[in-house]
């Protein structure tokens, strides 16, 4: 049995980020334990948008991070990482829309964060397939980026295991000891695992590691998805985000195509007991009703983008996207649990702020000075929740759908 520093449950992009700041802190025994490959869950399927601004000023300083890890990861590592600091085009039409844009000029201005108002003319020459008009407000995120998670992920765990992080895929976690109210050791399909301190970040599966005498996680999986339009002529491949509130939706640029997703008004939502592996991701994608979200929305989305009626659809991508009932993250320290932490419920922007939450978490874990404010983020401030009942699940189902609406500007 070998003892370490730190245990992490999860080698998704915010376990990997979490190992990555724990060696730039300087810790040295520290394992990253993945049950399949690393990033191959949700953290592979993410449309991988990197918005700073949103409706949620709690994640601005996390989404920071993150932009700045990927400047450090591509000159440490010497290669692209596929980030595209491409900027985010918002386009706000109904009024509530323009006023949520007006709000987050001004935090953009107050944070120094890049922004601009655009003419109609100025966003259309950005984005040569959007349909612009004089009643719409068009603002700019200049700095806003868009990552392939896979990379990002990889990118992280190269960097952590130069740093002396020991990477494990294949090798499963059956559960967390405690003894005495602390956490003490993790069994695994490799054995036991000694430990000052265990951090889960199984994404989805984050429930399933939880010991009976804990708080279960305040989170349900749901469906997030997006469909992939195959390369066309006149469609950059560095032109802008897009983030359309009132579709709700947004798109990207992919491979000289576009990725586009669309919001349901009422997300699937998972038991988390029953989920299987990534399997279920699988069965998702395998569904046929998301045609039916991709008709509903089709009026609003093609009155920003004529040609959206006659757009192939090349593949459709879906997956597991974890929801808190007000959209916000949990992260830290165990309440009930010594030396246990947390990182999971990272609704639909767990790739745009896994810099920040594997700086803050790193923090946590070495008792060092914290530099960010978790505290919009405690484990328990839904009080005592059962995750897997139908009030609790509509409540998470509910800030999913209403995330682009000001609340939160990702996929
Ligand atoms: C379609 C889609 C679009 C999205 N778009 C965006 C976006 O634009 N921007 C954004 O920021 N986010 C987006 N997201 C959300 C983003 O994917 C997640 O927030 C992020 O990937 C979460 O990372 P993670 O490491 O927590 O989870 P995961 O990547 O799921 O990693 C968790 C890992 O834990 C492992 N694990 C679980 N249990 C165990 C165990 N017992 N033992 C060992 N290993 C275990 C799993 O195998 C898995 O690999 C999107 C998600 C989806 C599905």
């Not at 706000?92 to 949520?100: H, P, T, Y």
């Not at 708080?215 to 006149?234: D, N």
């Not at 709700?248 to 592996?277: H, I, K």
């Not at 932490?341 to 790193?362: P, Q």
Request: proline share 6%; with cysteine.
């Amino acid at each position: 049995m070998k003892t370490m520093d730190v245990v992490i449950i999860g080698g998704g992009v915010i376990g990997a980020s979490i190992a990555y700041h724990l060696t730039r802190a300087g810790v040295r025994d520290v394992v990253l334990l993945e049950r399949n490959e690393l990033a191959t869950a949700a953290s592979s399927r993410a449309a991988g948008l990197v918005l700073e601004v949103t409706g949620k000023p709690a994640k601005q300083p996390l989404v920071h991070q993150t932009l700045a890890d990927a400047y450090d990861l591509e000159e440490m590592l010497g290669e692209d990482i596929g980030f595209r600091r491409v900027g985010s085009l918002r386009v706000a039409q109904a009024s509530d829309r323009i006023v949520e844009l007006d709000r987050m000029a001004k935090v953009a201005e107050q944070t120094g964060v890049r922004f601009a108002w655009l003419t109609p003319q100025a966003a259309g020459s950005r984005v040569p397939w959007l349909a612009t008009d004089e009643t719409s407000r068009y603002g700019y995120f200049q700095d806003d980026a868009f990552a392939d998670p896979y990379r990002l992920a990889m990118a992280y765990a190269k960097a952590a295991q130069a740093g002396g992080v020991s990477l494990k895929p294949r090798t499963s976690v059956f559960g967390i000891e405690i003894e005495q109210g602390r956490a003490v050791a993790v069994t695994t399909s490799e054995g036991r695992i000694a430990s000052g301190s265990v951090v889960n970040a199984a994404g989805a599966w984050a429930n399933a590691l939880v010991s009976p005498v804990d708080q279960p996680l305040a989170f349900t999986p749901v469906r997030s998805h997006y469909w992939l339009v195959p390369p066309t002529a006149g469609y950059p491949p560095d032109h802008p985000i897009t983030v359309l509130p009132d579709v709700p939706g947004y798109t990207r640029p992919e491979l000289g195509g576009l990725l586009v997703g669309v919001q349901e008004n009422q997300s699937l939502a998972f038991d988390a007991r029953t989920l299987a592996g990534d399997e279920t991701a699988h069965t998702i994608a395998e569904r046929e009703d998301h045609w039916d979200v991709l008709v509903e929305k089709m009026p609003a989305l093609s009155a920003l983008a004529p040609e959206a009626e006659n757009w192939e659809i090349a593949h459709y991508v879906a997956g597991l996207s974890c929801y808190t009932p007000d959209g916000l993250f949990l992260l830290g320290a165990s309440p009930s649990i010594e030396g246990l932490f947390v990182a999971a419920g990272c609704c639909g922007s767990g790739v745009a702020a896994s810099g920040g939450i594997g700086a803050a978490l790193s923090e946590r874990v070495t008792g060092s000075t914290l530099s960010y404010d978790l505290g919009p983020f405690a484990l328990d401030r839904f009080g005592s929740i059962d995750p897997n009942s139908t009030e609790f699940q509509a409540r998470c189902t509910d800030a999913r759908a209403h995330k682009a609406t000001g609340s939160n500007r990702s996929a």
